[in-house]
């Protein structure tokens, strides 16, 4: 994850310093691997390192524990609220069956059964063993088309009776049916910056929040740009263009000049001019028709990480599904950080 120092704010952006600094380390709370504990800079030594106010920086931090990003221990300072590496605790059961399925693949590999094979054979047993009990999923996104693409992403560890609706944030916070259909359902997901919103809006709702990551068609996209490209970056909400500079540098280190700006900003047209390059944000899809024919244009997007779909989304539904045959009673220890 890109650092923080005097270039992270920009001065010279009719936005707020405290709004900049609060989307900047939002982003690297809910999508970076900063572990569970993790001890922030100070609220003096960030204000140093940023050249700004140590009370925008007290207040940011404030903002950022009422959102269940950070924990403030008093004495001793801010902290990272969040594991984005949390599997289920070792003593779980599912861990004591360790030995014996790696007792059984090997014994497969001895008779020529390949995985693949194995794996058939043991979903067919399973199925012949027990019901299924299909599980009533929702993804709160935030704009419809990248929220399919997450929910097909996330379908590819889902078990095939598994249903899962897309409501958009909006329509949650305007319509009481949107919530209450998250009431209802087994489980609701979401981004880990966007929880608490959700979980005030439903708090009745069983809700899992999942990290998301740059996807790697993204990643590809920035590390081929020429050095002597001239980007515009351009974000739909303004609370997070202090990201897109640090974001882009990520993967195109060797790329000098990055001009930031947002989607409504009136002077988005002349930006778009003086460049080569417009990269644009999730939801600022609409930016992508100011550009010039054969201009290089393409979308900044994320994607769920696979490692919390596989260690933290797939046991966790598991233990979902046991509960709904009576299996289970009590909620996994360890299975909602993500």
Same mark, same amino acid.
């Given at each position: 994850?890109?650092?923080?120092?005097?270039?992270?704010?920009?001065?010279?952006?009719?936005?707020?310093?405290?709004?900049?600094?609060?989307?900047?380390?939002?982003? *690297?709370?809910?999508?970076?691997?900063?572990?569970?504990?993790?001890?922030?800079?100070?609220?003096?030594?960030?204000? =140093?390192?940023?050249?700004?106010?140590?009370?925008?920086?007290?207040?940011?931090?404030?903002?950022? +524990?009422?959102?269940?990003?950070?924990?403030?221990?008093?004495?001793?300072?801010?902290?990272?609220?969040?594991?984005?590496? =949390?599997?289920?605790?070792?003593?779980?059961?599912?861990?004591?069956?360790?030995?014996?399925?790696?007792?059984?693949?090997?014994?497969?590999?001895?008779?020529?059964?390949?995985?693949?094979?194995?794996?058939?054979?043991?979903?067919?047993? $399973?199925?012949?063993?027990?019901?299924? @009990?299909?599980?009533?999923?929702?993804?709160? &996104?935030?704009?419809?088309?990248?929220? +399919?693409?997450?929910?097909?992403?996330?379908?590819?560890?889902?078990?095939?009776?598994?249903? /899962? +609706?897309?409501?958009?944030?909006?329509?949650?916070?305007?319509?009481?049916?949107? %919530?209450?259909?998250?009431?209802?359902?087994?489980?609701?997901?979401? #981004?880990?910056? +966007?929880?608490?919103?959700?979980?005030?809006?439903?708090?009745?709702?069983?809700?899992?929040?999942?990290?998301?990551?740059?996807?790697?068609?993204?990643?590809?996209?920035?590390? @081929?740009?020429?050095?002597?490209?001239? *980007?515009?970056?351009?974000?739909? #909400?303004?609370? #997070?263009?202090?990201?897109? %500079?640090?974001?882009?540098?990520?993967?195109?280190?060797? /790329?000098?000049?990055?001009?930031?700006?947002? @989607?409504?900003?009136?002077?988005?047209?002349?930006?778009?001019?003086?460049?080569?390059? $417009? *990269?644009? =944000?999730? &939801?600022?899809?609409?930016?992508?028709?100011?550009?010039?024919? &054969?201009? %290089?244009?393409?979308?900044?997007?994320?994607?769920?990480?696979?490692?919390?779909?596989?260690?933290?989304?797939?046991?966790?539904?598991?233990?979902?599904?046991?509960?709904?045959? &009576?299996?289970?009673?009590?909620?996994?220890?360890? =299975?909602? $950080? @993500?």
């Amino acid at each position: 994850m890109f650092p923080l120092d005097a270039t992270s704010i920009d001065k010279s952006l009719p936005v707020p310093v405290s709004t900049q600094l609060h989307g900047l380390l939002s982003y *690297i709370l809910s999508h970076g691997d900063m572990a569970y504990g993790t001890k922030l800079p100070s609220v003096r030594q960030l204000a =140093a390192d940023l050249n700004i106010a140590p009370m925008t920086v007290s207040q940011v931090y404030q903002d950022l +524990r009422d959102a269940g990003l950070i924990e403030m221990k008093r004495g001793l300072g801010a902290f990272t609220a969040r594991d984005p590496h =949390a599997r289920l605790h070792e003593d779980q059961p599912i861990n004591a069956l360790r030995a014996d399925i790696d007792e059984l693949l090997g014994k497969a590999e001895h008779l020529g059964v390949s995985p693949m094979a194995l794996l058939s054979m043991v979903t067919a047993q $399973v199925q012949m063993r027990k019901p299924r @009990s299909g599980l009533n999923i929702v993804f709160v &996104g935030l704009f419809p088309g990248p929220t +399919r693409d997450y929910v097909e992403e996330i379908k590819r560890v889902l078990a095939a009776d598994d249903q /899962v +609706r897309m409501i958009m944030l909006e329509q949650l916070k305007a319509s009481p049916e949107a %919530r209450e259909q998250c009431a209802r359902a087994d489980v609701v997901l979401t #981004f880990v910056h +966007r929880e608490m919103e959700v979980q005030a809006l439903v708090p009745e709702a069983r809700l899992l929040a999942l990290r998301f990551i740059p996807s790697e068609k993204t990643r590809q996209a920035l590390a @081929s740009l020429d050095p002597r490209t001239k *980007i515009a970056a351009v974000t739909h #909400f303004k609370d #997070f263009i202090a990201i897109m %500079r640090p974001s882009i540098r990520e993967f195109a280190p060797h /790329v000098a000049e990055i001009r930031v700006t947002w @989607s409504s900003a009136p002077d988005l047209n002349q930006t778009i001019a003086e460049c080569d390059v $417009v *990269i644009f =944000a999730t &939801g600022a899809d609409e930016v992508a028709g100011l550009a010039r024919p &054969g201009m %290089r244009c393409f979308e900044y997007r994320h994607s769920p990480d696979q490692g919390a779909l596989e260690n933290v989304l797939v046991p966790y539904l598991a233990h979902l599904r046991r509960s709904k045959t &009576g299996e289970v009673e009590k909620e996994p220890t360890g =299975a909602l $950080v @993500s």
